[in-house]
């Protein structure tokens, strides 16, 4: 359909692909951890947004001129690093300010409300503005697509969609999962301290190391 060749194949090297830890992982299991499931679901659905957008970018030819281009592919670069060092410093200077002073009945620590949208977004823009992420799907798409295909666009979006349909099912299995440690964890001040603080440190190592990235 739509000229997809090798479906079988492109499921088994995405679910590959998927399960292979990575930072989006790390964030959502911190995000899971401090602020339990729906905080999970949140940047799991934002990720997976960004993918979406990258995913059409693909299927119009808007990666191609990133990876063609040395200037967009540049400033899409240092946008998306600017970004995730900003609020990477702003989690280690928060001094645990994500934490309330007084604990729960049950003697477990709650996280002050972090909107659930603020959470979403972050995980969007890491990725939209990641021109690796948009280097990825233009690379490993069109591997399972038929050259003389006259659907290639729909083809990219239906391979797409699959993709990003699988990873975040996976996500939101981590989510859950990572939850149910977070339960745990949050009987500890401190631990949701250095969560904090980890999340932050993170966030400034992957905008360090977009910034000094080169297209492959």
Request: charged share 10%; glycine share 12%; with cysteine.
């Amino acid at each position: 359909m739509f000229g997809i060749q090798d479906l079988a194949l492109f499921m088994m090297a995405g679910w590959i692909l998927i399960v292979t830890p990575g930072p989006d992982t790390a964030y959502i299991i911190g995000r899971s951890v401090q602020l339990g499931w729906r905080g999970g679901v949140a940047a799991a659905l934002g990720i997976g947004s960004g993918c979406l957008v990258h995913v059409f970018g693909a299927a119009i030819g808007l990666s191609a001129i990133i990876a063609t281009s040395s200037i967009a592919f540049t400033a899409v670069k240092l946008i998306g690093a600017a970004y995730l060092c900003y609020i990477g410093i702003r989690m280690l200077l928060s001094r645990g300010s994500t934490l309330n002073a007084d604990a729960t009945p049950d003697g477990m620590v709650s996280p002050r409300e972090i909107p659930l949208r603020q959470v979403f977004w972050q995980g969007a823009l890491t990725n939209v503005l990641n021109p690796k992420v948009a280097l990825f799907f233009l690379a490993f798409l069109p591997q399972f697509v038929d050259t003389a295909s006259p659907h290639k666009a729909a083809a990219f979006l239906l391979l797409g969609l699959i993709f990003v349909i699988n990873g975040t099912l996976w996500c939101l299995g981590v989510a859950a999962f990572a939850a149910k440690v977070g339960d745990v964890l949050k009987r500890s001040r401190n631990a949701l301290t250095w969560i904090d603080r980890a999340l932050g440190g993170l966030f400034v190592a992957l905008g360090v190391r977009l910034a000094l990235s080169e297209a492959r």
